[in-house]
């Protein structure tokens, strides 16, 4: 018989329906609110089976052990580092590890914004399952979702709670979209973000990673929105910003820097970027 909740020193907060219906209604919290949070530590048995889905978007987050989740039929193990994103309104089953039951920090959301920030997460019917690099990070925000509203369900609180989710989801996104060390990509943005001052020809460059002009260009499409060339001309543009802001060197001296010679081109290519010449960049006020 799975069990869903009664785990020895687990951490358990539901937020009265009411209450979130009268969240819905406010600014801030209707956008996204915590329904329900908690901990289940080393959960023997734990698991749940939704015909219908749920209400609420549920976020499982497993920091040790390991269990499985199953949509449309599939099933897919879950191990340490792993987070399960389900949509509200999908069918779902998930569940422990017989034999190594999961621990996991948990909470239900519900909101106007939650949609978009599945998107943004990469998450859909058919990917429920993320990998994290941050996790760390992630559970530390479960935490204090948990810790926050075991407190109280005051209107304060579900405010606090629901900044905390928001960036909990955009966590979810930031792993999604940042390159795992030692990848293709992560190294050839380490290499360019390392030669800000030189020039770059992308196919010595995709030699250099180990996969082909094409797919290099792809992969700096979907993790940047632009390609090789255009990416290193951000990094330029970022480090004359920089130079600008921070020293006297005069604007022909800052293009050099960060490896574009002629000064006439390095003005114009930062006036496309900020909208305004390097020098009156310079003068405007900031802070």
């Known amino acids: 018989m799975e069990r869903a909740d009664g785990f020895e020193h687990q951490r358990l907060s539901v937020v009265p329906r009411p209450l979130v219906e009268a969240a819905l209604s406010r600014p801030v919290t209707r956008r996204i609110v915590v329904t329900d949070a908690g901990y289940f530590p080393r959960a023997s048995e734990h698991g749940r089976h939704r015909p219908a889905g749920a209400a609420e978007t549920i976020v499982i987050v497993c920091v040790a052990g390991s269990g499985w989740v199953e949509t449309d039929g599939q099933r897919m193990r879950v191990g340490t580092a792993t987070a399960i994103v389900l949509p509200g309104g999908i069918p779902h089953s998930y569940g422990a590890d017989r034999d190594d039951p999961w621990t996991i920090w948990w909470c239900h959301v519900r909101g106007t914004d939650v949609g978009d920030l599945l998107e943004a997460a990469g998450v859909t019917a058919e990917r429920v399952t993320l990998s994290l690099r941050g996790v760390e990070r992630v559970t530390a925000l479960l935490d204090e979702i948990s810790t926050s509203l075991a407190r109280d369900t005051t209107p304060a609180r579900l405010i606090a709670a629901s900044g905390m989710a928001w960036r909990l989801f955009t966590q979810l996104a930031v792993d999604r979209l940042l390159p795992e060390h030692g990848t293709p990509l992560e190294r050839a943005l380490r290499y360019l973000e390392e030669r800000v001052d030189g020039n770059v020809h992308v196919g010595e460059l995709a030699a250099m990673v180990g996969v082909s002009p094409s797919h290099l260009a792809a992969l700096f499409r979907d993790a940047t929105g632009g390609g090789v060339i255009a990416h290193h001309l951000a990094l330029k543009m970022a480090r004359?910003?920089?130079?600008?802001?921070?020293?006297?060197?005069?604007?022909?001296?800052?293009?050099?820097?960060?490896?574009?010679?002629?000064?006439?081109?390095?003005?114009?290519?930062?006036?496309?970027?900020?909208?305004?010449?390097?020098?009156?960049?310079?003068?405007?006020?900031?802070?």
């Open 240 to 287: 004359a910003r920089h130079l600008l802001d921070t020293t006297d060197l005069p604007v022909a001296e800052v293009g050099r820097r960060v490896g574009i010679d002629d000064p006439f081109y390095f003005s114009r290519r930062f006036r496309l970027t900020h909208g305004v010449a390097p020098s009156a960049y310079r003068e405007q006020r900031k802070g």
